[in-house]
């Protein structure tokens, strides 16, 4: 059947999204993350500097990388990537809108590089990175430079915590080989794994001079 016309006058064109004037709740190296102003529960995420080309092809690639993640069939490899809604037209340019990582107090959860410079390597942490590398490892996902800064840290009542990446969810560059040759695959995600842990160390050692100064 085809689809009802549509009747009435025209609609006018969507206004873009207002985020101009907001206060961004996070910095990223190159985009800036605000709270959707229609929904607490999802962020819109925009380029720091809509002129800069590394900024937008950031944009991009969250965009391919999604796309290529759920053309694998596979809810699992949802169990720690926020779901993606698509985009969004604002006053700063194109915006990504994801679902928003909040703790069990409703607070916008922080990343793991800033609980651990705030509170070190508590036993329910280093259990909880443990478990997003045997994720990593049962979903076979190859992430992009995974750093602790790109992964979020949500925290329940019971003072533990879950670990959810939120950018670099693929590695799109070697998807050929790594699809021919799962032993390089391993290799490959054996040596993110080893980068992500020496990243979680410099932390840790950060926080261990900060508390002696
Ligand atoms: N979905 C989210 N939920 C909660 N915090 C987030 C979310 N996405 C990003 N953040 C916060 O915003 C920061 C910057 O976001 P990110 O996507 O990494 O930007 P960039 O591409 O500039 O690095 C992250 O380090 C994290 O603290
Ligand atoms: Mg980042």
């Not at 443990?130 to 994720?135: G, H, P």
């Not at 996902?141 to 990446?165: E, G």
């Not at 050929?176 to 040759?181: A, E, F, P, Q």
Request: hydrophobic share 35%; glycine share 6%.
């Amino acid at each position: 059947m085809p689809p009802p016309k549509s009747s009435g006058p025209p609609k006018p064109p969507a206004r873009p999204l207002a985020l101009a004037g907001r206060e961004p709740f996070a910095r990223g190296r190159r985009r800036h993350c605000y709270v959707h102003p229609d929904d607490p529960d999802l962020c819109v995420k925009v380029a720091a500097d809509a002129g800069d080309e590394r900024c937008l092809r950031e944009q991009a690639r969250d965009l391919r990388n999604y796309r290529w993640l759920r053309s694998l069939g596979s809810d699992s490899v949802f169990d720690r990537i926020p779901a993606v809604e698509g985009t969004v037209d604002t006053d700063l340019g194109e915006g990504i809108v994801m679902r928003l990582y909040r703790d069990h107090d409703g607070r916008i959860s922080r990343n793991l590089a800033q609980v651990i410079v705030e509170r070190g390597l508590p036993p329910p942490l280093v259990r909880e990175i443990d478990a997003l590398k045997r994720w990593l490892w049962k979903e076979r996902l190859l992430t992009r430079d995974t750093a602790p800064y790109n992964v979020v840290a949500v925290r329940s009542p019971d003072d533990r915590w879950q670990l959810m990446i939120i950018e670099g969810w693929a590695n799109l560059r070697y998807r050929w080989v790594t699809w021919l040759h799962p032993l390089v695959k391993d290799r490959l995600i054996a040596r993110q794994l080893g980068k992500f842990d020496r990243r979680v160390s410099k932390l840790v050692e950060r926080r261990i001079r900060n508390r002696a100064q």
